[in-house]
């Protein structure tokens, strides 16, 4: 039996079907369309059950999508609405779409999303499997919000944002226990050093509004020093962070890639890390990705 092509409106409209939670459709495998389930009379191949989609999956897709989003009080709005337990996507759907330019980014964002469930329940019914693969997962978030967003480098004095301001709020909240004095004497040791060289240390940033940042590295390239690296240079890396309600998206580690990147290109030999403007994220896992440990430093050889 010929299988329908995936175009943008039938994968429209399966997500639709996939999302009723009343599962009143069928799919017609050869057209692609939506059929009554009480339409159909007879049990046939040609009629399948849509993909699952669960609540749960759901629910991870709307708090991926809110990580996303800026201003910060229309993303604390989304949140809040999340947390509310009943109704939620109901009302997340009618909050944002009072901005229709934030109701199409969201649909593209599911469909993004959904699209690689709906192509493998394809591919399973071409080959005449009828098995359902139950709690099956969308394509990881955290990588399709990754590819969507911008991440950026530049002076630190060329910042669309206050610095400082943004690593309080990574690092500094009611959700960290970072004691208030190890935070002030951090922030005194980052200031200093944005007064003394601020055309040498840079940003690495990533978001969808420059002004508005989901993560956030601070460091600079400087000579490496000593007999052993002669004229060659290091990195060093002085802060490194996310925003809380966008932890789970793992962002810090691309914008560790593209300061490492940046440090490769200047032929840096390693980049060192160290002091209390570090996530924990980073500390947990730096030995996976090429970090050794000295003290309470951390550094990578580039070379």
Not at 41 to 68: I, N, Y
Not at 185 to 196: D, H, N, S, T, V
């Amino acid at each position: 039996m010929p299988m329908f092509v995936l175009t943008d409106t039938v994968l429209e409209r399966i997500v639709f079907a996939m999302e009723d939670q009343s599962h009143a459709w069928l799919i017609d495998l050869e057209t692609g369309d939506l059929v009554a389930r009480e339409e159909v009379e007879e049990p046939s191949d040609r009629f399948a059950e849509p993909p699952l989609w669960t609540s749960r999956q759901g629910f991870k897709l709307l708090e991926t999508f809110s990580a996303t989003v800026s201003p910060p009080a229309l993303r604390a709005e989304l949140v809040s609405i999340i947390r509310r337990g009943k109704g939620v996507f109901k009302a997340f759907r009618q909050h944002i779409g009072r901005d229709e330019n934030l109701l199409h980014r969201f649909q593209q964002f599911k469909l993004t999303a959904m699209r690689p469930l709906i192509e493998d329940w394809m591919a399973r019914h071409r080959e005449g499997s009828q098995l359902a693969r139950l709690g099956e997962e969308p394509e990881d978030l955290a990588e399709l919000v990754r590819s969507e967003m911008e991440i950026r480098t530049a002076p630190a004095r060329e910042a669309p944002f206050d610095i400082l301001s943004a690593l309080a709020g990574f690092f500094c909240s009611e959700e960290n226990d970072m004691p208030m004095a190890l935070y002030e004497r951090g922030r005194e040791a980052l200031q200093k050093l944005l007064e003394l060289e601020p055309g040498r240390v840079r940003i690495c940033h990533a978001g969808f509004d420059p002004a508005d940042p989901l993560a956030l590295g601070l460091y600079m390239l400087e000579p490496a020093g000593g007999h052993a690296y002669g004229a060659q240079w290091c990195g060093m890396l002085y802060a490194l962070g996310s925003r809380r309600d966008s932890a789970a998206l793992g962002l810090e580690w691309a914008v560790l890639e593209r300061i490492e990147e940046e440090a490769r290109q200047a032929q840096a030999v390693f980049l060192a890390a160290e002091g209390p403007f570090l996530a924990q994220r980073f500390v947990d896992e730096a030995a996976t990705h090429g970090f050794m440990q000295t003290g309470s430093v951390y550094w990578k050889r580039l070379d």
